[in-house]
C-alpha cells in the first residue's frame, strides 16, 4: 500500500503538472495528491507499528493486544516500548532509539500525526519572502508538541520508504 500510494502522488503530481503546462491551471491535482500523501503516511507508521507488535511478541515485552492503554504504547516512538527493548535485545534498541533511525522515526511520527488526527497534511507553494517568488510547490508544514517539520514531499516519499526498507532489513536480524 505505501508503495501505491508513493505511485499515486507521483503520478498526481504529473497530471497537475501536465494541466499546467496545456491548459495554464496550477496546482489543480494537489487535493489527491495530498490524499495520498496522507495514507502514505498512515501506512508506513502502520508497518512500523506492526513490526513492533511482532518484535513485543517474540521478545515477550508484555504488552496486551487486548489492553487499549497497553496497545497504545506499543510502538516504536513509545518511551516504555523502548525501555522494555533495551532490556532485552540492546542491539535492536540502539537500531530504533540511536543514530539514524531514531532521529527518523521522530520525523515520520510529526509527518503522520495530522493524518491521523484530522488535521490532513497538504501541498504548498512556499515563496521566498524577499521577493515572493515560488520555490517550489510540493512542500508540507507539519508540526506536533512545538516540533515543527518544513519537507519537499516527493522527495522524503523516496526517503522515508528507503529508509524503512532498511530499517526492516537491519531488523529481521534481530528474530
Not at 507499528?49 to 496486551?64: E, M, P, R
Not at 519572502?129 to 523516496?158: C, E
Amino acid at each position: 500500500m505505501c508503495i501505491r500510494d508513493r505511485d499515486k502522488v507521483n503520478h498526481e503530481m504529473f497530471q497537475g503538472r501536465k494541466a499546467e503546462l496545456l491548459y495554464g491551471r496550477k496546482n489543480v491535482h494537489n487535493f489527491m495528491a495530498s490524499y495520498h500523501l496522507n495514507m502514505f503516511y498512515l501506512m508506513l507508521w502502520g508497518c512500523l507499528d506492526n513490526l513492533a507488535w511482532a518484535f513485543n511478541y517474540y521478545h515477550q515485552l508484555g504488552f496486551d493486544d487486548h489492553n487499549e492503554e497497553s496497545r497504545k504504547r506499543c510502538s516504536f516512538g513509545s518511551k516504555e516500548y523502548r525501555k522494555k527493548l533495551r532490556v532485552l535485545d540492546p542491539a535492536l534498541f540502539k537500531l530504533i532509539a540511536e543514530g539514524e533511525h531514531a532521529k527518523w522515526i521522530v520525523d515520520l511520527k510529526i509527518k503522520r500525526h495530522p493524518a491521523a488526527h484530522r488535521e490532513p497534511i497538504f501541498l504548498s507553494t512556499v515563496v521566498d519572502p524577499t521577493d515572493t517568488r515560488p520555490i517550489g510547490d510540493t512542500f508540507v508544514v507539519t508540526d506536533k508538541d512545538s516540533k515543527v517539520l518544513i519537507y519537499d514531499a516527493l522527495n522524503h516519499l523516496k526517503f522515508d520508504l528507503e529508509r524503512f526498507h532498511k530499517l526492516m532489513g537491519l531488523s529481521l536480524i534481530h528474530i
